[in-house]
């Protein structure tokens, strides 16, 4: 591509680094948005584009977008992504993956990488033969282990605290919530909120997903499309994203939108202004399902990893989530453009503690 310092401008990265290995074909990229709060961290997206560009654009997207996540997730972490342009269910073996790994180990640490669509734990394990800058290893490897339990539990702290806000309680128990996914998270997520008394509507395109939920919860199961028109009070998207649109905003019923699917919003500020017009609270994308993130990072505390501090870290975003919703009903905002504001400030905060920047703001030479 010729224009890539136009793109790296335009969002200010920091750095764009493209790996090659010709013995196994590796071709990686890994974007660097923004380092203030430390080492930039982000998941490998292992798959097949149509072009190199189209590669580029989705680290690029992928990248920055993580540099919002991981300061409104308070921790000390920046923003990257990596993808690796290969098919992982015929391409991905143990010698791309250990390439990939030298090509991660050549950043010495400015990129820390973990999972995404096309990796798991188990290539990790593969990828730290040859780096120590990597995260969300099984736990028998001193990681966080999977996701998906942390990213559940985010969920649902965050839809509560979001409930004492929207419903001035945060007990769902006399609550109905519809939740379109029965996957990892949906799952888990109907599982919490069956436990504590709410009566939860599933769907799934899926009907071994449908079935194990139908088998093991006390769920009601519905057809993939009622699930916009559902009269409930809360609506759970955690299977696909630009779900919430033009179409189907018009549909719903509820009050409160608290689900963990990435980009929920087709169009962000055009369907966050619609959904605010209907009196509808957008629980943030970003913010509800960061607790795989904040779960991972803890793999780098310094006494180790544990699971039950993790935890009660990935349950502060109960509290990222009410703060976000403040800030958009006292300034009369969408809940995205105040987790924006949120998640900068954080950003802006740090730049002034570090002392490179005081320097900088000072004038002095750094
Ligand atoms: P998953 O693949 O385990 O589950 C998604 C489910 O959605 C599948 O069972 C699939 O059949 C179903 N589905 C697909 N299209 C559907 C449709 N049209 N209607 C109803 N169901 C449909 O994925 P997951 O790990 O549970 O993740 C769910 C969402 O949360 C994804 O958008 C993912 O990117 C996001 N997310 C996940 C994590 C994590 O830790 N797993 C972290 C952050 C964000």
Redesign the pocket.
């Known amino acids: 591509m010729s224009n890539v310092f136009k793109l790296i401008e335009k969002d200010e990265f920091e750095e764009i680094a493209y790996g090659y290995d010709k013995k196994t074909g590796l071709k990686s990229i890994v974007a660097i948005h923004d380092t203030t709060l430390g080492p930039a961290f982000g998941g490998t997206r292992m798959m097949l584009y149509d072009n190199e560009e189209e590669a580029l654009k989705d680290c690029l997207k992928l990248a920055r977008a993580m540099t919002y996540k991981n300061a409104a997730a308070n921790i000390n972490f920046g923003g990257g992504k990596a993808v690796i342009i290969a098919d992982s269910k015929t391409q991905k073996d143990e010698a791309l993956l250990r390439a990939y790994g030298r090509f991660i180990d050549g950043l010495a640490g400015r990129f820390i990488a973990g999972v995404d ?1 096309g990796t798991d734990e188990n290539d990790m394990v593969i990828v730290q033969q040859e780096t120590d800058h990597v995260t969300a290893l099984p736990t028998y490897y001193g990681g966080a282990g ?3 339990g ?3 539990y985010g969920v649902y702290q965050g839809m509560k605290k979001a409930a004492e806000i929207v419903f001035d309680n945060p007990n769902l128990a006399d609550k109905s919530v519809s939740i ?9 997520l109907a599982d919490f909120l069956t436990q504590e008394g709410a009566e939860v509507y599933i ?4 009907e071994s ?1 449908l079935q194990k939920a139908s088998e093991n919860l006390d769920v009601k199961i519905v057809e ?1 499309e009622s ?1 916009y028109e559902l009269d409930v009070d809360i609506f759970a ?5 630009a ?1 919430l649109n033009d179409e189907t905003i018009p549909k719903l019923k509820c009050e409160l939108i608290a ?5 929920q919003l087709k169009d962000v500020e055009k369907h966050s202004e619609m959904l605010k017009k209907r009196n509808i609270v957008y629980g943030v ?1 970003y913010i509800l ?5 904040i779960n991972n990072s803890q793999q780098y505390n310094p006494c180790g990893y544990n699971k039950e501090a993790a935890y009660q870290k990935v349950a502060k975003i109960g509290d990222t989530m009410k703060k976000v919703i403040e800030i958009a009903q006292s300034n009369d905002i969408t809940t995205c453009k105040a987790a924006k504001m949120f998640a900068e400030d954080r950003l802006e905060l740090s730049k002034r503690l570090n002392k490179w920047y005081i320097k900088a703001e000072r004038g002095i030479k750094v």
């Open positions: 669509v999977s996701t998906s942390a990213t559940a379109q996914g029965a996957g990892n998270i949906g799952y888990r769907t799934d395109i899926d997903a993939p699930i998207p955690c299977a696909l994203g779900i689900g963990s699917a990435n980009n994308d399902s960061a607790g795989g993130v």
